[in-house]
C-alpha cells in the first residue's frame, strides 16, 4: 500500500486556478449570466477575464433567469452592454417597464427580443432609436399601440430589419409597415373574440394600411394562431397581398390554425406553384382546407424540405406519402421533422379497412427514405394489430424502430399494443348497432395486474412490441404518449382539442396499454420529457416507479387521466415515482378526482429542482397548510397552477397567501389557484403569461412543432 504523506498530497492537488482557460469556459457557460458577470467575475483577475469573454457575453438570454429581481438586471445590464450583440428577455413577465429603459444602453445589439415584456409605445420608440445596428426584433402589440407615436428614428432603425416577430394581443399590423427589407416574419395571433367587459372585439383595420405589407423580400412567413375568428380574419389581412404577388425568395411558409373549419384562403394553390419554381422549400405547413392533392404535389415536387407538417389533412393522406416514398421530393432524406397528427383520422367506430389505419409497411418505407428524420408526431391516429405473439415486421413498431435518430416522438396509445386477447375481441366485436351505442352500458374489458420486475402477461397482452420499439431508439429524449379519448379539462384550447374526439375507452387497443408499457419505458435512459395522457390500462401506476427508478435525467413530466376517471388508484405509485425524480423541473398532472393533501406534497418536495407546477382536477382537493409548506421547500418554485374543485374563495385566499409570502424572493413568481369549473375561468387564464401557457399550463404537443418562442 502506498503511504502519501502530506506535502505530497497538497503538491498534487489541483485547483481551479490551475484549470486552462479552455476548461473554465466551459465551466462557465453553465452559470446564469447575472451570477457570471456580477459574482463570478469579482473572485479573481482570471475570472474576471474570463467572464468577460466574447463568448460568454455575446449572446445572453435571461429568459430563465426567475430568480432575477429587477435591481439584479439592471446591474446585469450594465454590465453586459459593451458586450452583448444577441439579447433575449423572452418571457420576463416580471420585470418593470423601466428595466426595459436600460436596453438603450447595450447599442451594439443585433438580436433582441423582448417577448412577453412590459413595453409601452413610447419605450418601444425610445429602444429602437438607440439601437442603430439591430436587424432581428421580437417584441408584443398590445392594446393602445400606435405606430403614429414612434420617432423618425425609430422608423428608420424598423426599415432595417431583416427579421421580426410579432405577439398580437390586439388587432393591428404592428410594425410591419415600417419593415420593408424583412426576411423573415413571425406571427403569433392570441386575440380574443370578447373582451373582459364582454363587447366583440372588431377586426377592422386602417384602409391606409392595408396594402402596406408587401414582402418583396421575404423568405420566411410563419403564422401560430390561438383559437377565435378575429385571429384567422386578421390573418386573412396580413396574407392578402400573397393574392396579388408571392414572394420569389419564398422558402418557409408555416401557418397553424386550430380548429375543425380555418377560414379559405384562395391563394393558397398560386402559392404552391410559386413554392414549386426555386425548389429550395424549408419548411411547409397549412390548414387541411387550403390545399388540394395537384396543389401539395406542386409544392414539394422538386424540394427537399427540412419541416413538414400535415396536422389533420386526412384527405391529402395518399399524397402525401406517394410524395414522400415514390420521389415526389428531390430528396427525402433532407427531411427531419414530420408531423403526421390526425393524417388518418377516422375515430374508432368508423374505421372500416386498412387504410384507415396506420399500415406498418407503409411507415418501413417511410423510415428507410427518410431516415434522418428526428421529430416524429403521430397524434390522432389509430393503429390495432390483429395478431398477438406476431413478432417481425407485422407490427407498427418494428417499423418505426427503424427511426434511428428520432429524439422526439408523439404516438397514439393502441399502437403499442400487442393485440386483444380473446374478452377483448369478444367485446369489441359484439353486433350491436352503433345507433344504441349511447344507451348500452359499456361491458367492463379487465386488465391484469402489473407487478414490477414480473414477466409477459399470460394472456398475451404484454408489452414485447413496446421494447422492440425502444431498442432502435437510443438518442430518443421526447416521448408523448397520447389515447385517443382524450381532451384536457382547460378551456382556451378547447377548439382545438375537441376537433376529432372520440369516446374514451372506444379504442379497445388503447385500453390494452397499461402499467407494463410504462415500465418498459425504463429502456430510455436519456429521456428527459414525458406525456403520458388518456390511457385507462394504467391501473395503479406501478411502472412508473419502475420507469422513474432508471430515467434519472426526467425534468418534465405530464401526466393526464391515467386509469379510471371516477377514483385515483394510482396516487401511492405516483408518491413514490415523485420521490425519485430528483432532477424533474416541470409537472403537470391533470386527474378528475386528485387529492393535493400532504402526502402528495411531502413526495412532491423531494423533487428539490421543480421550478413549475401545474394541477388541474376538476373535484380535487387541496390543503392549503401543505401547499405552503411544499413551496417553502421547493424554494426554486416560479410557478404554482392549481385549477381544483373547492371554493372561489379557498383558492383565492390560498394563492394570496403565496403570493403575499414568497414573492418577494421569487420576483417571477406566477401563483394561480381558481376552481375549475367556475365560469370566470377564461378571462383568469387569458392574464397567465403566454410563456406559462404555452409551455405547460395548456396541454398540447411539444413534437414537430415549428419554433415560435424565438425568432433566432
Not at 74 to 97: K, M
Not at 231 to 237: A, G, I, K, R, V
Request: with cysteine; net charge neutral; glycine share 6%.
Amino acid at each position: 500500500m502506498a503511504v502519501h504523506d502530506e506535502d505530497t498530497m497538497s503538491s498534487t492537488s489541483v485547483g481551479m486556478s490551475d484549470l486552462s482557460d479552455e476548461i473554465l469556459l466551459c465551466i462557465l457557460r453553465h452559470v446564469p449570466v447575472c451570477d457570471l458577470v456580477l459574482n463570478v467575475a469579482n473572485v479573481c483577475h482570471k475570472l474576471h477575464t474570463l467572464s468577460h469573454d466574447k463568448t460568454l457575453l455575446s449572446t445572453v438570454s435571461l429568459s430563465e433567469e426567475y430568480l432575477a429581481d429587477d435591481l439584479l438586471v439592471r446591474h446585469a445590464l450594465r454590465q453586459l452592454a459593451p458586450h452583448v450583440q444577441s439579447l433575449s428577455l423572452n418571457g420576463c413577465y416580471w420585470l418593470a417597464g423601466s428595466t426595459m429603459e436600460l436596453l438603450s444602453r447595450c447599442r451594439g445589439v443585433t438580436h433582441l427580443d423582448v417577448t412577453g415584456c412590459r413595453l409601452t409605445t413610447p419605450r418601444l420608440s425610445r429602444l429602437l432609436s438607440s439601437l442603430p445596428l439591430l436587424t432581428s426584433l421580437a417584441f408584443d402589440v398590445t392594446a393602445g399601440f400606435t405606430l403614429a407615436r414612434l420617432s423618425s428614428e425609430a422608423v428608420d432603425s424598423l426599415s432595417r430589419l431583416s427579421e421580426l416577430r410579432q405577439t398580437l394581443l390586439t388587432p393591428s399590423y404592428g410594425v410591419v409597415p415600417c419593415c420593408a427589407q424583412l426576411r423573415k416574419l413571425m406571427l403569433q395571433f392570441d386575440i380574443p373574440d370578447v373582451t373582459k367587459e364582454g363587447v366583440g372585439v372588431c377586426c377592422q383595420l386602417m384602409v391606409g394600411q392595408s396594402s402596406v405589407p408587401h414582402y418583396q423580400q421575404l423568405e420566411e412567413f410563419t403564422a401560430r394562431l390561438a383559437p377565435g375568428e378575429v385571429n384567422q380574419t386578421l390573418l386573412l389581412l396580413y396574407l392578402a397581398v400573397f393574392s396579388v404577388h408571392v414572394p420569389k425568395r419564398l422558402r418557409v411558409f408555416l401557418v397553424s390554425i386550430p380548429g375543425p373549419n380555418p377560414a379559405h384562403w384562395p391563394a393558397a394553390p398560386s402559392l404552391a406553384q410559386s413554392l414549386n419554381r426555386r425548389g429550395d422549400l424549408v419548411a411547409l405547413q397549412l390548414p387541411r382546407s387550403w390545399l388540394d392533392t395537384s396543389s401539395l404535389k406542386a409544392a414539394l415536387e422538386g424540394n427537399s424540405p427540412k419541416h413538414l407538417s400535415f396536422s389533420r389533412c386526412s384527405a391529402l393522406r395518399p399524397q402525401v406519402f406517394q410524395s414522400l416514398l415514390e420521389g415526389g421530393v428531390e430528396d427525402a432524406a433532407q427531411l427531419l421533422s414530420l408531423n403526421l397528427s390526425g393524417i388518418n383520422q377516422v375515430v374508432y367506430s368508423e374505421c372500416r379497412s386498412a387504410d384507415d389505419h396506420l399500415l406498418p409497411w407503409t411507415m418501413s418505407r417511410l423510415a428507410v427514405g427518410c431516415f434522418n428524420i428526428k421529430h416524429l408526431n403521430l397524434m390522432h391516429t389509430h393503429y390495432h394489430h390483429e395478431t398477438p405473439n406476431q413478432g417481425g415486421e407485422a407490427h407498427l413498431c418494428a417499423s418505426l424502430a427503424k427511426f434511428r435518430h428520432l429524439r422526439s416522438l408523439t404516438l397514439p396509445a393502441c399502437a403499442l399494443s400487442d393485440g386483444l386477447n380473446s374478452h377483448q375481441v369478444s367485446t369489441n366485436n359484439s353486433p350491436s348497432s352503433a345507433l344504441f351505442l349511447g344507451f348500452k352500458k359499456s361491458p367492463r374489458v379487465g386488465f391484469p395486474n402489473y407487478r414490477p420486475g414480473s414477466g409477459p402477461s399470460p394472456s398475451g397482452d404484454s408489452a414485447a412490441a413496446l421494447k422492440q420499439l425502444l431498442t432502435g431508439f437510443p438518442l430518443l429524449e421526447t416521448l408523448e404518449l397520447i389515447g385517443p379519448g382524450f381532451v384536457s379539462a382547460l378551456p382556451r384550447l378547447e377548439p382545438c382539442g375537441r376537433a376529432h374526439v372520440e369516446p374514451r375507452g372506444m379504442c379497445a387497443w388503447a385500453q390494452g396499454v397499461g402499467d407494463a408499457h410504462v415500465a418498459a419505458l425504463e429502456a430510455l435512459p436519456r429521456l428527459h420529457r414525458l406525456t403520458l395522457a388518456g390511457l385507462p390500462g394504467v391501473l395503479k401506476g406501478t411502472g412508473l416507479v419502475q420507469l422513474a427508478g432508471q430515467c434519472r435525467d426526467l425534468k418534465v413530466l405530464s401526466l393526464a387521466n391515467l386509469g379510471s376517471l371516477k377514483i385515483m388508484n394510482y396516487t401511492p405509485a405516483l408518491l413514490d415515482t415523485l420521490k425519485q425524480c430528483t432532477q424533474l423541473q416541470e409537472l403537470r398532472l391533470e386527474q378528475p378526482y386528485l387529492n393535493a393533501n400532504a402526502l402528495f406534497f411531502n413526495a412532491l418536495s423531494c423533487c428539490s429542482r421543480l421550478r413549475r407546477l401545474c394541477l388541474i382536477s376538476r373535484s380535487g382537493t387541496f390543503d392549503p397548510l401543505a401547499t405552503e409548506t411544499f413551496m417553502e421547500r421547493c424554494c426554486h418554485v416560479t410557478m404554482c397552477h392549481m385549477f381544483m374543485g373547492g371554493t372561489l374563495v379557498a383558492c383565492r385566499t390560498l394563492q394570496k397567501v403565496l403570493r403575499d409570502r414568497f414573492s418577494v424572493d421569487r420576483p417571477a413568481l406566477s401563483v394561480v389557484v381558481y376552481p375549475l369549473q367556475h365560469e370566470d375561468l377564461p378571462s383568469i387564464i387569458r392574464d397567465i403569461p403566454l410563456t406559462l401557457l404555452d409551455r405547460i399550463t395548456l396541454f398540447q404537443s411539444h413534437v414537430a412543432q415549428p419554433p415560435h418562442l424565438s425568432p433566432w
